[in-house]
């Protein structure tokens, strides 16, 4: 799956994709184009607008475009606010210290939110405390999760399905968190989980050979694994590779392919005429892991077993193509649970990235630069000096050390306490990082430890085409 | 390979895609595109512009669209006579009864003649007398063959790769033409085979089911192993089922892919905004299979080993596009043999298909079929009455019985004396198509016989991934 790294999404770049979209629009309907494309294309020009919208605070007016302020001027900031998030598969975007306004992201996108009745139908269902992540909204959207969970309660068959896109070697915290999750759901529903490495992907949108794409797969999926996922019911595979070993997956891709025209990609993925076929065929790839016959070893020629995708909410674009076409071709919708993104360490509006060792913890780090890189680098809710701390208390919602804490401390007691002496001064910014770096030094050694052990020989089983032991009837 | 069927290029959509095409390359230039992009782009604007003045007489001025004869209207024939040729893998577009001008479309498409000089090379170097199709200039162009000529005097390898579009089981004598010369070429060269049966293409393009296209792709193939190739030496290939069985396709698909983009086969296929992402990332796959590292099984990882393609020349913008790309990756260009059009039984100018029984000799015909076919159906160039056409005579030219003797007489001489007799007037119009029935008749039985020979293990064989015998260094 793509990171968001590319791109943009300004006032005035909205207002020109608008543009270009409402032409699109009339030109499908000119056309008497078949009722779904212009659905979807209309459907996309809504979300453009409501993210116009909330990028400028005003309507979208064709004759007046939009004052066009650097998202990172502190005016644009403080102006604004959250209002100028942008989200898409390629680009993540928000002034706001406080990271993305995810309710607003569920309204755009017309997706769901995760509420507490959810969270407890889901233990009531599985008998098993709700993951931190369910339990702090970091998972905090879904898509008809509640059929997934009809279907364990009347032991019908689902399976998982996430991925990766391998674009280097370096890992961060981050990146863990779906498969953090995933492996949660693979434990407490006990089924199947099939793991896409999109590195023909990566290969398409960065400066890679097919070799350093497939050799990034094959090295992430050892970080991967080192989350624990049971070897009897886990496939994990390289794009590039699977395509040439499965009599399934081109078949799907093909289908998915003939059901989604290039102005739908267009609408939905911003690809313009100078993009390469690849990228513009490639979201069928992405879709086709959605259909259980796209892998008959595990599922043979069964059509109608349900996909559960957890994803960061930024993957959402490809599934909501994905569920578009499903009917379309006979093949059910998969359900997805959305995460929240992973804040770099200088701050929630910035953009974490490989390239720069002090944006994250990256999973090779040792105790010593983990310590090193909260000490310096965590975006810190403090106050300037000890006596204003004390006298007025940090601020958690910006703390990056905080926001790590919610997404590694499992304790919720502790949690909270941190959270209510840190607020009220009593907890000071360098106590509070210090709490951090005892959650993650052993949390990256432990990781570091289990991926040791992960041989060649495990890697090559895991991407091995082969049965999965699962109790389908 | 598509089969000619769909599209059209009147004068008034010439004008229209010229327009486009300009709008296209001021695009590219004002972005500052790839050259070698805009280049394409350039090098597709002038051949639309040449197709424009050929089919109006005119150059092209964006002020003044042309007035838009319908193709088959007489006054349009006898006013602009052979100036009215379209010819893409889609469209096969002429209004002279003689067919298409063959050395304007050279002109149009930048290749070269297959002269003289070239068959009588040939013949010196494979020791062999020419086919009659290169005797005739039924392959009448080619690129870059010298090369494969010099590979071989050299001893070095090259393979052979034809392919067919699966559109449905019927195949009429006209599809066999490249599979008859691909079969004298393997067997005076003794070089590897492999034939691509594109179900893919024919299941987005047309309104079949995979199963359905698939279907085709291996009763297709029957008629084709009935042509006599060598098994050990010949490899033939579903896009469907070969995608999910080889190492390497695949791996060339997306490289083609990354290295092609959406205003290229725009420029090249005239694909729209409409057209679904499977039809617009295609061309890749009809791509691959020049590149010799597309079959591990056959030649290992070598990418070195040069590729020749026997093909109607309407096939010929993939594998423009293709040795535009094949530099740019690394791999030798393929070189190409082109073959005249087959015409229908009415008449050069008329399109045939496989929906209209009368518009050829099919495979399946039986000998009175034939019989009753060539004399109620193909156009003739006899005169109105016997007495005329034994003072005037009759034209071969246009005379479709006598064009179906040039594909497949065999005598050299008895056609020069059938061309003299028909054209003084001794022979008569039914004597002339009694010597077509008298060749055809034999040919399609024993392709019936050699057919009921295929049995599906032979099938099986022909379509099994394996190792061939040549012997490469």
Same mark, same amino acid.
């Given at each position: 799956?793509?990171?968001? %790294?590319?791109?943009?999404?300004?006032?005035?770049?909205?207002?020109?994709?608008?543009?270009?979209?409402?032409?699109?629009?009339?030109?499908?309907?000119?056309?008497?184009?078949?009722?779904?494309?212009?659905?979807?294309?209309? +459907?996309?020009?809504? #979300?453009?607008?409501?993210?116009?919208?909330?990028?400028?605070?005003?309507?979208?007016?064709?004759?007046?475009?939009?004052?066009?302020?650097?998202?990172?001027?502190?005016?644009?900031?403080?102006?604004?606010?959250?209002?100028?998030?942008? !989200?898409?598969?390629?680009?993540?975007?928000?002034?706001?210290?406080?990271?993305?306004?995810?309710?607003?992201?569920?309204?755009?996108?017309?997706?769901?939110?995760?509420?507490?009745?959810?969270?407890?139908?889901?233990?009531?269902?599985?008998?098993?405390?709700?993951?931190?992540?369910?339990?702090?909204?970091?998972?905090?959207?879904?898509?008809?999760?509640?059929?997934?969970?009809?279907?364990?309660?009347?032991?019908?068959?689902?399976?998982?399905?996430?991925?990766?896109?391998? #674009?280097?070697?370096?890992?961060?915290?981050?990146?863990?968190?779906?498969?953090?999750?995933?492996?949660?759901?693979?434990?407490?529903?006990?089924? &199947?989980?099939?793991?896409?490495?999109?590195?023909?992907? +990566?290969?398409?949108?960065?400066?890679?050979?097919? %070799?350093?794409?497939?050799?990034?797969?094959?090295?992430?999926?050892?970080?991967?694994?080192?989350?624990?996922?049971?070897? *009897?019911?886990?496939?994990?595979?390289?794009?590039?590779?699977?395509?040439?070993?499965?009599?399934?997956?081109?078949?799907?891709? !093909?289908?998915?392919?003939?059901?989604?025209?290039?102005?739908? !990609?267009?609408?939905?993925?911003?690809?313009?005429?100078?993009?390469?076929?690849?990228?513009?065929?490639?979201?069928?790839?992405?879709?086709?892991? #959605?259909?259980?016959?796209?892998?008959?070893?595990?599922?043979?020629?069964?059509?109608?077993?349900?996909?559960?995708?957890?994803?960061?909410?930024?993957? $959402?674009?490809?599934?909501?193509?994905?569920?578009?076409?499903? &009917?379309?071709?006979?093949?059910? +919708?998969?359900?997805?649970?959305? *995460?929240?993104?992973?804040?770099?360490?200088?701050?929630?509006?910035?953009?974490?990235?490989?390239?720069?060792?002090?944006? #994250?913890?990256?999973?090779?780090?040792?105790?010593?630069?983990?310590?090193?890189? !909260?000490? +310096?680098?965590?975006? *810190?809710?403090?106050? $300037?000096?000890? %006596?204003?701390?004390?006298?007025?208390?940090?601020?958690?919602?910006?703390?990056?050390?905080?926001?790590?804490?919610?997404?590694?401390?499992?304790?919720?007691?502790?949690?909270?306490?941190?959270?209510?002496?840190?607020?009220?001064?009593?907890?000071?910014?360098?106590?509070?990082?210090?709490?951090?770096?005892?959650?993650?030094?052993?949390?990256?050694?432990?990781?570091?430890?289990?991926?040791?052990?992960?041989?060649?020989?495990?890697?090559?089983?895991?991407?091995? &085409?082969?049965?999965?032991?699962?109790?389908?009837?």
């Amino acid at each position: 799956m793509p990171n968001s %790294e590319q791109g943009c999404g300004s006032p005035l770049e909205l207002f020109h994709r608008i543009a270009a979209q409402g032409e699109l629009v009339r030109g499908l309907k000119a056309r008497n184009a078949a009722k779904d494309e212009i659905d979807l294309a209309v +459907k996309m020009l809504l #979300s453009l607008k409501t993210s116009y919208k909330a990028a400028t605070g005003e309507d979208y007016n064709m004759d007046c475009p939009p004052r066009d302020p650097a998202p990172e001027s502190g005016e644009g900031l403080a102006a604004t606010d959250a209002d100028e998030d942008f !989200v898409d598969p390629w680009t993540v975007q928000t002034s706001s210290a406080k990271g993305v306004d995810y309710d607003k992201l569920i309204v755009r996108f017309g997706s769901s939110k995760i509420d507490k009745e959810l969270v407890n139908r889901i233990e009531r269902v599985t008998g098993q405390r709700p993951h931190r992540f369910l339990r702090r909204g970091i998972f905090f959207s879904h898509r008809d999760m509640h059929q997934i969970l009809d279907a364990y309660e009347n032991k019908k068959p689902f399976y998982l399905y996430t991925g990766r896109g391998p #674009s280097s070697e370096a890992m961060h915290v981050g990146h863990l968190i779906p498969f953090i999750f995933t492996k949660w759901l693979q434990d407490v529903f006990n089924v &199947p989980l099939v793991i896409q490495m999109t590195d023909d992907e +990566k290969y398409l949108w960065k400066d890679l050979t097919l %070799e350093q794409a497939y050799g990034y797969a094959v090295e992430n999926a050892k970080d991967i694994i080192a989350c624990g996922f049971d070897i *009897s019911k886990t496939f994990i595979f390289s794009d590039l590779d699977y395509m040439g070993m499965s009599p399934g997956f081109y078949k799907n891709v !093909v289908k998915i392919q003939k059901h989604v025209t290039f102005n739908q !990609v267009k609408g939905i993925f911003g690809f313009t005429d100078s993009d390469c076929i690849g990228k513009i065929s490639f979201p069928a790839i992405q879709a086709a892991p #959605s259909f259980s016959n796209s892998f008959p070893q595990i599922f043979r020629d069964r059509t109608d077993v349900q996909c559960l995708i957890p994803c960061a909410i930024d993957q $959402d674009p490809y599934f909501r193509m994905t569920r578009d076409v499903a &009917p379309r071709i006979g093949y059910p +919708k998969p359900a997805l649970l959305h *995460s929240t993104f992973f804040p770099a360490l200088q701050g929630a509006q910035t953009k974490m990235s490989a390239s720069d060792p002090n944006s #994250s913890i990256f999973l090779t780090d040792t105790a010593k630069q983990i310590k090193t890189k !909260v000490n +310096k680098h965590a975006f *810190s809710g403090g106050r $300037d000096t000890v %006596e204003e701390h004390r006298q007025f208390g940090g601020n958690c919602d910006v703390d990056v050390s905080f926001m790590y804490l919610t997404f590694f401390l499992e304790d919720d007691d502790k949690l909270e306490q941190i959270r209510k002496d840190y607020t009220s001064g009593a907890m000071l910014t360098g106590e509070l990082k210090q709490e951090l770096i005892e959650v993650l030094q052993p949390l990256i050694a432990e990781h570091q430890a289990r991926r040791k052990e992960v041989t060649d020989e495990i890697v090559k089983e895991f991407m091995t &085409p082969r049965k999965l032991f699962y109790d389908f009837q």
